[in-house]
């Protein structure tokens, strides 16, 4: 038991240094400026569709997954959360709620339209 703990003593604490890596969106940022001379930054969705170009085809729900997921990437969170609580707004205004949720309600299979 002595030896374990004289062992745990002995290791170094362990430091990781910042690590910055491209995704898959990077080639979308766009920056822009701001009449009072501010800059920011955003990723253009007509780039994305460009990349990808079967996004369109994903059902609403992924889409406004993958675009707040795409958005918080580098807002700060209460920013981020915010998108979120928007996009939120938008998914349960959707035909695919509905249709899911009469589906559920309903025992049946949704049918979901490929818009």
Do not use: W
């Amino acid at each position: 038991m002595a030896g374990l703990r004289q062992t745990a003593r002995m290791q170094p604490s362990l430091t990781f240094k910042e690590i910055v890596v491209a995704h898959a969106f990077h080639s979308t940022l766009k920056t822009f400026k701001t009449a009072a001379g501010k800059t920011g930054q955003f990723y253009s969705l007509p780039a994305l569709a460009r990349q990808f170009p079967n996004i369109g085809r994903l059902p609403v729900s992924l889409r406004l997954v993958l675009e707040s997921v795409d958005a918080a990437l580098d807002l700060p969170l209460d920013a981020a959360l915010a998108h979120e609580a928007v996009q939120f707004g938008v998914a349960c205004g959707s035909d695919e709620k509905r249709e899911g949720t009469t589906a559920f309600l309903e025992k049946r299979q949704p049918h979901f339209m490929d818009r």
